[in-house]
């Protein structure tokens, strides 16, 4: 079969072409945007690209496509997506056809929350891949024990990382729902996505329909420490239920819990305790609801601390960039203040007392909509110093952060804000750059300044 895959350069799209050109179909696509490393990655798969949108693929690369998969980056108005409906072509949306075609048959083990998706997949893969596992996998993110965000194997096991942004222009329901686990991970659930959705109320909703379609011989392993989640759990659920959460809250009467020190206890008794290389309570916390989510399928607690203990983390959550004259310059994902927060304060646990110069580019929609900017203050306040890039912000960026005046700065123009990061860094110190995009390549930017 030949596929066609509008939006093929997300992470998402590029993973779908990656697992369907694994299984034997011809893939081919287009998007917008076709730039490194995901154009080199498909590449790299014999996967055909194309840049742009234009009808006239209909009669070039995709001519012999048996069915047309839309990305949720497609809207009506877009000139390939018009032509598709014109001529009365198949087409279908991508979450769609991965259940259709790949997950309708396995056990699917669900990764779902506001923060920690991807990380907490990773974990979870990497603790069936050691154990034997060898599990299929679908993640919005590159872990670093693989190499890749999407494979294809013959397990009955595949791991996805289910977000609750929508399907398509034609499916306006989270993209979760399509994927029916047996195994659901909730870690979180606030406020997001406020370009699709007008209030937490009405993600809930979607979190209600997602936990609809597991089945009563199932297991949803969900943050007990969320009011949200809770709410979504009153709304009815069908399942095997069990709770997670850090020690210092038990209070919300978890099965597991985990210390500080990693100790874990499942209904009291301690399993052992966690040892591994990833920073902050939080990730001891998605590593918490990753061996939950292993013992499901039978894997024993130790093996997935085991596990874990070599677990080498995800691209671009908190990772190493470089490191000139002293000086360490980190990548991470994060975009939303709780994600901020967290990020700031687990490499503060690791550094103590050394500056840590906080570097954010809000990039986001909902933070282009400025929806989170009372928030951002409060996040931000456990660094030392303050940097914001406001290029193309439809708000006043000075005024929301003004609560942290003597230690921010703001700038719209990425040169400068590199060299004023540059002037201001000294040996020890560590510069958390944030952002849900490239960021304009200040990293490298950043680091060959800092060499001169």
């Not at 055909?48 to 108005?77: C, H, K, M, W, Y």
């Not at 609801?289 to 292993?294: K, M, P, R, W």
Request: aromatic share 8%; glycine share 12%.
């Amino acid at each position: 079969m030949h596929l066609h895959i509008l939006g093929i350069c997300g992470t998402f799209m590029g993973g779908v072409a990656a697992i369907a050109g694994a299984a034997g179909h011809r893939v081919t696509g287009c998007d917008a945007n076709v730039y490194p490393p995901m154009s080199t990655q498909l590449a790299s798969l014999g996967i055909g690209l194309t840049e742009g949108f234009g009808p006239e693929q209909l009669q070039g690369i995709a001519r012999d496509a048996d069915v047309f998969v839309v990305g949720n980056v497609v809207s009506r108005g877009n000139p390939l997506m018009e032509s598709i409906l014109d001529a009365g072509r198949a087409y279908i949306s991508g979450p769609q056809w991965l259940y259709e075609n790949v997950l309708h048959d396995r056990w699917v083990l669900a990764v779902t929350g506001t923060h920690g998706k991807t990380t907490t997949a990773s974990m979870l893969t990497w603790i069936l891949e050691q154990t034997g596992l060898d599990p299929a996998f679908l993640i919005g993110g590159v872990p670093v024990d693989f190499g890749a965000s999407a494979r294809r194997t013959d397990s009955q096991f595949f791991v996805i990382e289910a977000d609750e942004y929508d399907t398509a222009f034609f499916d306006k329901r989270s993209k979760f729902v399509h994927y029916r686990p047996r195994t659901a991970v909730l870690n979180n659930l606030e406020f997001d996505h406020a370009d699709i959705f007008p209030d937490l109320a009405a993600i809930e909703t979607q979190f209600h329909h997602f936990i609809r379609t597991v089945p009563s011989n199932g297991r949803v392993i969900v943050n007990g420490g969320e009011a949200s989640l809770g709410r979504v759990l009153a709304r009815g659920c069908w399942s095997e239920v069990e709770r997670f959460g850090l020690a210092e809250i038990a209070g919300t009467g978890p099965d597991w819990t985990i210390a500080v020190d990693g100790t874990i206890l499942l209904g009291g008794a301690a399993q052992g305790t966690l040892i591994f290389g990833e920073r902050g309570r939080h990730n001891q916390l998605n590593a918490l609801a990753a061996i939950a989510a292993a013992r499901h399928i039978g894997v024993p607690v130790q093996k997935s601390l085991d596990a874990l203990a070599s677990f080498q983390g995800v691209r671009r959550r908190l990772e190493t960039r470089g490191v000139v004259r002293g000086i360490t310059v980190y990548d991470d994902f994060a975009h939303h203040p709780t994600a901020i927060a967290t990020t700031i304060d687990g490499l503060r646990r690791a550094v103590g007392r050394a500056r840590i110069l906080a570097v954010l580019e809000p990039r986001s929609n909902t933070m282009k909509l400025g929806m989170m900017k009372a928030a951002l203050p409060d996040s931000l306040v456990d660094a030392d110093h303050v940097y914001c890039y406001a290029a193309n912000l439809g708000w006043d960026v000075a005024a929301a952060l003004a609560p942290l005046d003597g230690k921010m700065e703001i700038h719209d123009d990425l040169s400068a804000l590199t060299e004023a990061i540059a002037r201001a860094a000294q040996p020890g110190d560590h510069v958390l750059i944030m952002s849900n995009g490239g960021f304009g390549g200040i990293h490298d930017k950043l680091l060959t300044r800092l060499a001169l």
